[in-house]
């Protein structure tokens, strides 16, 4: 059931604040803002290091996952699509654990990256939507994302769930390692819990412009994506969102790569969609934007109120969310790129719901 939306997608999108906030609550103690035990089945402290496989936007919410781990638990990552993943015969030791993000939790690639593992002696960990699934079944760890069914093949409630749950698991990696403090963890939770609060105030505050930019979208045949840091994994997920959907041709770069190839592509009628909060990463990424300014791109600059007042470059538009905590950026910059893409593929009238050559579920190679 749509209830009073056009689409699956649509309906799943302004799902998100409750369904974060039911996936927050499985794996937080919101009363003693910590991290609760549901984080810890898998002994993070005694293992030397965490495999990641995952496929599509499960994959870019593992890399996602993956600046986490090795941020706050200082754990290394190793992390592949599951279709090299399983093939690359990479040497891995018992002392690893391994993760295998999948909303379905049946994707043929992800379930053989998992069996490899488990050959290899690795703790086996999912971080799935459906949790009588065959991923889940064969993990030693199932790490629930709480999302709800997900009908429409676009990945959206999903993804911003499975960051949550990554995100949680990384603190709670965090605090068993000793690299987080108690401190950190009780204000890292604390601004986690905010989330659901603000995904309702920025989905009411972008729709109208996404609306409006989703009619300049729908000219283009290609369209770049810009980011760094977290943002990276954020612009190839906005790029695959437009692709699968809309049918526009669309790539996600590390903003640095920009004058390693893909800057030969700037003119006129290539928009660059820049993602950028005013993080550590703004100034460098505001220059990698100047770059594309100086050769007539014209920039749709996705960023927040402080990145907004930062940045003078002429931009065809700028979308300044609320200023947020660097942890719950990532999913608050979802909604945005989810937004653009939804409108522009309804905008061009394609089957949003249901794209062409594409299933919701993986099941073969
Ligand atoms: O069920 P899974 O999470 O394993 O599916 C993985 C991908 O097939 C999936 O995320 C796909 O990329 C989406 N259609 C993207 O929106």
Redesign the pocket.
């Known amino acids: 059931d749509k209830g009073n939306h056009r689409h699956f997608m649509e309906k799943e999108i302004y799902e998100q604040p409750e369904v974060i906030s039911h996936a927050l609550s499985h794996y937080m103690n919101f009363a003693e803002n910590t991290i609760g035990s549901n984080a810890s089945e898998i002994d993070f402290k005694s293992v030397s290091g965490l495999a990641i496989s995952?496929?599509?936007?499960?994959y870019l919410a593992g890399l996602i996952g993956k600046y986490w781990f090795e941020r706050y638990a200082r754990l290394p990552v190793e992390i592949d699509v599951a279709s090299e993943f399983r093939y690359r015969e990479m040497p891995l030791q018992p002392s690893q654990a391994a993760l295998f993000?999948?909303?379905?939790?049946?994707?043929a690639d992800?379930l053989a990256s998992l069996r490899y593992c488990k050959d290899n002696g690795l703790k086996i960990g999912a971080v799935v939507n459906v949790q009588e699934s065959t991923i889940a079944r064969e993990s030693d760890a199932v790490f629930p994302i709480m999302a709800g069914p997900e009908i429409g093949?676009?990945?959206t409630k999903?993804f911003t769930c499975q960051l949550a749950v990554l995100a949680s698991l990384a603190i709670g990696a965090g605090k068993a390692r000793g690299t987080v403090s108690a401190d950190e963890e009780k204000g890292l939770v604390r601004q986690l819990a905010e989330m659901p609060r603000i995904m309702s105030r920025v989905l009411n505050l972008v729709q109208p412009q996404m609306e409006s930019l989703s009619r300049e979208l729908s000219k283009c045949r290609d369209v770049l994506y810009l980011g760094r840091g977290t943002s990276f994994p954020l612009a190839m997920e906005g790029a695959?969102?437009l692709k699968?959907i809309s049918y526009i041709h669309a790539e996600g770069y590390a903003a640095g790569e920009l004058k390693h190839g893909p800057i030969a592509l700037i003119d006129e009628n290539m928009p660059v969609i820049v993602i950028a909060p005013y993080d550590r990463f703004f100034e460098k990424t505001v220059s990698n934007m100047q770059e594309v300014a100086a050769r007539g791109g014209r920039i749709i600059f996705i960023t927040d109120e402080a990145g907004a007042a930062a940045s003078k470059l002429p931009t065809l538009a700028t979308i300044a969310l609320p200023n947020v905590p660097e942890i719950i950026a990532p999913m608050i910059f979802s909604l945005p790129i989810q937004l653009l893409a939804y409108h522009t593929a309804v905008f061009m009238g394609t089957d949003v719901d249901q794209p062409r050559n594409?299933a919701k579920?993986?099941t073969v190679e």
Not at 54 to 58: K, S, V
């Open positions: 995952a496929c599509g936007t499960a993000i999948s909303q379905s939790g049946e994707t992800t093949v676009a990945s999903a695959l969102k699968e594409l579920s993986v």
